[in-house]
């Protein structure tokens, strides 16, 4: 990827933690680029180090080995007051919101500004300007404890523009809200990447956030990156065992389940045959009945996808048949093992 078209450029991202028993290293050499003006997702199961790579993204954590590239900037070379300047082109937006209680949502807006050295009427002007377009022009009065989960989380964002920055760095920023909120939240982001082209990543442990936003997604594993690839690409055919998971089983963990069930596929399709009669019409041509386990769809940037788990009969000759019978009917069948 050339430069130009590179936002975020991270070579050799090691990160260690000193412990009483010694050193913990959760980082083991992370290479990315991000594209300016995209949506980029890095998820993660439970301490895969998805935290941490973000916060070493803006230097919050700092490297203990590698550079960080901001814009063609190299963030890791520069000194406190300029990584400080640096800084303000990276707004960064919380699980729980981080915002001042004791300010009304007009001055938690305020208040990087403020710290930039701007004028306060100037500062008040684009603070309602800004809480204007997330929805919230007639709260500007309100205190964090007078709003909901959501328009918090609203505040927030109008506080991560308020420095007109490059890149949004979104940490877990729907984990905290309810399905219908988390709707609205990232449709707000999907707007503001489109109207102001700003590079947002997406730190997050669901599946389902990273289908419904990004445009490319990073798998991280271990402290490493497993796979990356688009969302469609790697919803379609993960190619790793850690993305298996999180598409097949949208990263919960199957510890407590016994057994391995055998002959199961994972069956693939879009909107061109979502309407068809796939599985009945392959079992009356094929003379057989399948044990349909699991099933949903997922609306991955305009396009309807989904996917069944599915578990075939015994009989090798009448499997084959039926997995041929799917593929020449153009959609994705691949053997999966299903807990």
């Given at each position: 990827?050339?430069?130009q ?5 991270l ?11 010694g050193?913990?290293e959760?980082?083991?050499?992370i290479?990315?680029?991000i594209?300016?003006g995209?949506?980029f997702?890095?998820i993660?199961?439970?301490g ?6 973000v916060r070493c ?6 490297p203990?080995e590698?550079q960080v590239?901001?814009?063609g900037?190299e ?6 007051r ?17 915002l001042l ?5 007009l001055?938690?807006?305020c208040f990087?500004?403020e710290?930039a050295g701007?004028k306060k009427e100037?500062a ?15 709260r500007?009065?309100?205190?964090p404890?007078?709003?909901?989960g ?8 109008a ?8 890149v949004?760095?979104c940490?877990?920023?729907t984990s905290a809200?309810?399905?219908n909120?988390t709707?609205?939240?990232?449709e ?6 489109k109207?102001?082209?700003i590079?947002i990543?997406?730190?997050?442990h669901?599946?389902?956030v ?6 490319r997604?990073a ?10 690839g688009?969302?469609e690409?790697i919803?379609?055919?993960p190619k ?8 097949f089983?949208?990263g919960k963990s199957?510890e407590g389940?016994k ?7 994972r069956?693939v399709?879009d909107e061109s ?11 009356i041509?094929?003379?057989?009945l ?13 396009k309807?996808?989904?996917q069944?788990?599915i578990?075939l009969p015994e009989d090798?000759?009448?499997r084959e048949?039926?997995i041929?019978n799917?593929r020449?009917?153009?959609v994705?069948?691949e053997?999966v093992e299903?807990v």
């Amino acid at each position: 990827m050339e430069q130009q078209d590179v936002m975020i450029r991270l070579s050799g991202i090691k990160k260690s933690f000193l412990q009483k028993k010694g050193t913990l290293e959760i980082l083991h050499g992370i290479d990315l680029d991000i594209k300016k003006g995209e949506i980029f997702g890095i998820i993660g199961m439970s301490g895969a180090g998805k935290s941490t790579l973000v916060r070493c993204i803006n230097l919050l954590e700092r490297p203990t080995e590698g550079q960080v590239y901001l814009d063609g900037q190299e963030l890791t070379s520069l000194s406190e007051r300029d990584l400080r300047q640096a800084r303000r082109s990276m707004g960064m937006i919380f699980q729980q919101f981080q915002l001042l209680m004791q300010r009304t949502a007009l001055e938690n807006v305020c208040f990087p500004m403020e710290i930039a050295g701007m004028k306060k009427e100037k500062a008040a002007q684009k603070a309602k300007e800004l809480l204007e377009l997330v929805g919230l022009g007639e709260r500007t009065e309100s205190y964090p404890s007078q709003l909901s989960g959501g328009q918090k989380q609203r505040v927030a964002i109008a506080r991560a523009l308020a420095t007109n920055p490059k890149v949004l760095l979104c940490d877990e920023a729907t984990s905290a809200l309810d399905p219908n909120t988390t709707a609205g939240v990232l449709e707000l982001l999907k707007d503001i990447n489109k109207r102001f082209g700003i590079t947002i990543v997406v730190i997050t442990h669901e599946m389902k956030v990273i289908q419904e936003i990004c445009h490319r997604v990073a798998i991280i594993n271990s402290g490493l990156i497993a796979e990356i690839g688009s969302v469609e690409e790697i919803f379609q055919v993960p190619k790793t065992q850690a993305g298996k998971e999180l598409v097949f089983h949208e990263g919960k963990s199957r510890e407590g389940y016994k057994g391995h069930m055998p002959h199961c596929y994972r069956v693939v399709f879009d909107e061109s045959n979502s309407n068809e009669p796939l599985l009945g019409s392959m079992m009356i041509e094929c003379n057989g009945l399948v044990n349909i386990l699991a099933g949903n769809t997922r609306n991955i940037d305009g396009k309807v996808y989904g996917q069944m788990m599915i578990q075939l009969p015994e009989d090798k000759e009448l499997r084959e048949k039926m997995i041929a019978n799917l593929r020449a009917k153009q959609v994705i069948v691949e053997e999966v093992e299903y807990v």
